[in-house]
């Protein structure tokens, strides 16, 4: 006669919760690293993983692609955002798909057509009937959100913008520069009136009055960028630096000051926003405020993994820090 050995049951996800005493759902988040868990109960979580022998795995797409969805084609952040987020897939054996929208949605029935396992929206606005299709199609969605302008109600990942044009002013302000110009993106965009924010908090807090005749709100392109800092640069008393609302104005406002024969960060000091690719090999090289596109986009992905199965879940919304990258652009101001 065999004896067959005892078959272990499978240890469910309840052994665990009860013997880190949390529920379920605080073992699903410690398990699919989402916010709100506390560092103590985490390692609980963990450690009574580890003495249950529970097997897990971690949620990722059902069908072995996502899909990201630009508004803009042309946008420089294009570029580290794709990387961040194939960074983060190609290990994991999913295909990244990219789409535009071009200002419409036909691009959105083929979308559905193909069935993605997931959605990365790079659109500002998101249109209505785009949010309402993917949630009746119950497909996880993420608005990798550049801009701040996402929906309430869907899962997003941005930038702390506010924070990022403090920074920029009062990196100016501790150079000794008193006359700080602002070129700023549309301030209809969330981004922008939060960038400006910051920066008449930063200026209000070295002392000084902001004066209306040193804002501009252009494109986010170079040549009104080059316009607006010419604008600025007639003023009866002009000013000795600017904070621009992208790299793209930043250059444009160097190469205002260069046809005027000033130069920077000698006579000028110039500050841009994103740190795309461009910054860096700019002459000179500009001072910007970093948005981390990548780190943004790797955990988008991870959101992505996140709510996939939980359609009805409340949205997860989070705002990645900025930080400041000196380079050559900037200096003390000129006196006399």
Known sequence: MTVRPAVR?????????EAA??????????????????????????????????????????????????????????????????TVLRPLGYALTVSHSEGDTGWLDALLARRPSGVVLVLSPVPRVVTERLAQARIPVVVL???????????AIGATQWRGGT????????????????????????????????????LRDAGIHPDRALIRAVAFQTEPARRAAHALLDVWHPPTAFVTGNDLQGLGVIEACAERGLHVPG???????????????????????????????????????AVTGEPDRAPIRLDMSVDLVIRKSTGPARRG
């Open 21 to 86: 005493n949390v529920s379920q759902s605080v073992v699903s988040k410690v398990l699919n690293e989402r916010p709100g868990v506390s560092a103590e109960v985490r390692r609980r979580v963990l450690d009574a993983v580890r003495t249950t022998g529970y097997q897990w795995r971690p949620r990722g797409p059902r069908h072995g692609s996502v899909e990201v969805v630009f508004g803009c084609a042309g946008s420089a952040v294009n570029a580290p955002l794709i990387r961040g987020l194939s």
């Open 145 to 155: 959100d550049t801009i701040g302008d996402a929906p309430s109600g869907m899962n």
């Open 267 to 305: 006579d000028v000091s110039v500050v841009g926003f994103d740190d795309i690719d461009a910054a860096g090999s700019a002459a000179p090289a500009l001072t910007t405020v970093r948005q981390p596109f990548e780190d943004m986009a790797a955990e988008t992905v991870r959101v992505l993994g």
């Open 167 to 202: 920074m920029a002013a009062r990196h100016l302000t501790g150079l000794g520069h008193e006359r700080i110009a602002l070129v700023s993106g549309p301030m209809e965009l969330t981004c922008c009136r939060a960038r400006f924010g910051g920066y008449l908090a930063a």
């Open 9 to 17: 049951p499978a240890v469910r996800m309840t052994t665990v919760a």
